[in-house]
C-alpha cells in the first residue's frame, strides 16, 4: 500500500514539473518577445545609458546592504550587552537568594557545606584560609606575661588522632 502512494506521489511530481515547463513555453515567449531589441518602447539609443543604470544600481543596492549589515552589527551588540547585564543581575539575584537560604535554614547549610568539601580544589582554598586564620589568632593570643600559649598537645588531625608534636 505504502508503496502505491509512493509511486502515485512520485508521477504526480513529474506530471506538475511537465506541466509547469510547458506552461513557462507557452507564456514565456510571448513575454520574451517584449523584451527583445525589436521592441520600440525599450530600445535604448546608446549604450552608455545601459551601464549609468547598471552602476546606479549597483551601488545603490550597496548602500542598501551596507546599511541593512550596520543595523543588524548595532542590534547585535546591543542585544549581546543586554543579555550580559541581565544575566549578572539574575546571577546577583540568585546569590542573595542562596545565601539567605543558608542563613535561615541550618541543615541546607549544612548540606551545602558538605558538598563544597567534596571538590578538592575548593577543600584546598578553604584549608589554606583557615591556616591563615588560624595563625594570625596564634600570634596574637599571648598570656599576660608575653609568653605564647602552648596548646599543641591539643591539636588533632583530619583523621581524628592526636598530632604529635
Known amino acids: 500500500m505504502k508503496t502505491i502512494f509512493i509511486t502515485i506521489n512520485l508521477f504526480a511530481s513529474f506530471l506538475a514539473g511537465l506541466l509547469g515547463a510547458l506552461a ?34 549597483i551601488v545603490f543596492t550597496s548602500f542598501i546592504f ?5 543595523i543588524v552589527a548595532g542590534l547585535g551588540l546591543w542585544f ?13 539575584e540568585n546569590l542573595h ?14 548540606r551545602f557545606a558538605k558538598k ?4 578538592e580544589e575548593i577543600s584546598n582554598k578553604l584549608h589554606k584560609l583557615v591556616q591563615i586564620r588560624v595563625e594570625r589568632e596564634l600570634e596574637q593570643r599571648t598570656l599576660k606575661s608575653g609568653e605564647t600559649l602552648d596548646f599543641s598537645d591539643k ?8 598530632h604529635d608534636a
Open 24 to 57: 513557462l513555453m507557452l507564456l514565456g515567449h510571448p513575454i520574451a518577445r517584449l523584451f527583445q531589441s525589436q521592441n520600440p518602447l525599450i530600445n535604448t539609443q546608446n549604450a552608455s545609458d545601459v551601464i549609468a543604470v547598471a552602476n546606479t544600481y
Open 66 to 70: 551596507i546599511m541593512f549589515t550596520l
Open 80 to 92: 549581546a550587552r543586554w543579555f550580559s547585564i541581565t544575566k549578572d543581575k539574575e546571577i546577583t
Open 97 to 110: 537568594t542562596l545565601f539567605d537560604a543558608l542563613h535561615a535554614n541550618s541543615q541546607l547549610a549544612d
Open 116 to 119: 563544597l568539601f567534596e571538590h
Open 155 to 162: 591539636l588533632t588531625r583530619d583523621d581524628g588522632q592526636r
